[in-house]
């Protein structure tokens, strides 16, 4: 079957190049229900976007959750494989609270999990297709990647307690230096690890030099190894066209109660905030009472609809053939076929409705087809 | 996004004197200075787009991409809690987001706290974290009105001089949060028009004695 690629939408040409590219990295689909008991979700609810969870009471009487999240769902139906890896990838729809109207809503969502025994490789191949998904919505895009056992360094020796580290966990967020310099000196932090920790807040660049400069304060030797895991990734993004656009940016942040390591963030030119989230999420495999690594990303393809210009889909069809009552439906039905044959867009109608767009007007007369507009 | 760095500015005083740190910092726009009714201008030259807004919508202006940066107060940016890069303390615009009362108010802690204010998120968090009970009465104006009228026993509200507490007999019982205005910028924008974005900072940050 042949499908002109003018009648896909943006979201539906984005999910078939995305389907098409983890397939050609080994990645299976994975297709699952769009339930799960909400159980699940309970236990787990801080991982979750959102608090809240659209539930129903099945005809067995358990309590059903519509999926707010996709990657619960793989872990729990994931075997464990200790010594290999299991490369998945999925196209579902999640149901969260929107922040905007406060109500539920349905999210398309693309994205893949990789879970077992992580090498640096895998993590750069993740980190490699996340940067290649972006680049199949847009050529300008931009992956912004973190390290957050780096973060957690930093404030374990600011001696920052639970409440003080959530602020300051915000603030590293929002890049907003005077906050993290008040909390840090609310609870006499030492200065040099303050501006190591504003040093890191500043930075948004390219790994090379932003893994440079980060080596250049001693401090940094406390995170040696992590700053080498970037560094070994680093690497080897640096030999491809991705390069350009990928982006050291510790103010990606994650839940660190479900994330560890690297974790990343993309962004569309467009598209006014985040498209792409994802990262290691090995806390979370652990409290679910699984052994291995794992790491993710997923691809919110309902933002795809900032990118629609108002040229997109101009007309709602390319002929209109008007007919009345008694038009003969022979000439009718040829009329509307032979437009159709050549990939016209065609719509038959009795009359115009208010507002239609098309590009000919034709009406149906004894002896043919006259334009009339 | 188009080629333009759109900036949203609160209407107001606190709009046209942070105008003038923009100014400094080498991103002018005259036309704003014309007075008139319009609300976007331009200066094609430099690329650059101000835009005049409600103090309380540029968060959703910069959030949502309409304004690659803007100037927000912090009061707004700790209600709304915006999905947006917090820049720079702009050291303007000062006040303090306070409890007040009538004169002589005792809290009794057997009894629910009547709390009318226009920040009710703010308010939330700061008893939660007093453990206290509260009843939030949210309004949009004349606040001041309430423990007056009895329709509250406090305000949790935005204190610049404290002239129309005293003039209304009311007095700051409790300070919450000093407040300023805020450099805010989308985070996408931040990505794509880091160059102009940064220098913006950099210049600003100069302004106000922030090392950059």
Known sequence: MNISDSLLRKDEKAIIALRSLYSRYGYVPFKMNKFEEYDLYAKNKDYLVSDSVLTFTDTNGKLMALKPDVTLSIIKNCEEHPSSLEKVYYNENVYRISKSTHSFQEIMQVGLECIGDLDDYAIYEVLMLAAQSLAQISPDYILDISQLDMVQNVLNRLGAETETRQALLKCIGEKNICGVRELCRSICAEKEIMELLCQMIETSGTPAGTIESLRKNPLSEEFREELGQLERIAVLLDDSPLCGHIHIDFSVINDMNYYNGIVFSGFVNGIPNSILSGGQYGRLMKKMGRSSEAIGFAVYLDFLDYLRSPSDDANDADTVLLYEDGTNLKILRNAARRLTDASQRVAVLRSLPENFRYQKLCRIRKDGVETIG | ?212
Not at chain 2, 8 to 36: H, Q, W
Not at chain 2, 64 to 87: F, N
Not at chain 2, 177 to 188: E, F, G, M, Q
């Open chain 2, 1 to 212: 996004m188009d080629n333009m760095l759109n900036i949203a500015l609160p209407k107001g005083r606190l709009g046209e004197r942070v105008y003038d740190m923009f100014e400094n910092a080498g991103f002018s726009c005259p036309s704003i200075r014309e007075t008139n009714r319009k609300l976007i201008f331009e200066n094609e030259e430099i690329h650059v787009r101000y835009f005049w807004v409600k103090p309380s919508d540029v968060a959703i202006y910069v959030e949502r991409g309409a304004a690659d940066v803007g100037v927000a107060g912090k009061d707004i940016l700790l209600e709304y809690e915006p999905d947006v890069y917090e820049l720079l303390d702009m050291k303007t615009g000062k006040c303090r987001m306070a409890v007040a009362a009538k004169k002589g108010f005792h809290d009794d802690t057997q009894r629910t706290l009547r709390v009318a204010t226009k920040f009710s998120n703010i308010a939330s968090r700061f008893y939660l974290s007093k453990s206290r009970n509260i009843d939030i009465i949210r309004l949009n104006g004349s606040i001041e009105l309430a423990p007056i009228l009895g329709l509250s026993d406090v305000i949790v509200d935005i204190v610049e001089t404290g002239t129309t507490l005293k003039e209304n007999n009311l007095e700051v019982v409790e300070e919450i949060v000093p407040v300023s205005a805020r450099l805010i910028s989308n985070k996408a924008s931040y990505k794509f028009k880091n160059e102009r974005i940064s220098r913006i900072l950099r210049e600003l940050s100069g302004q106000v004695g922030e090392s950059r």
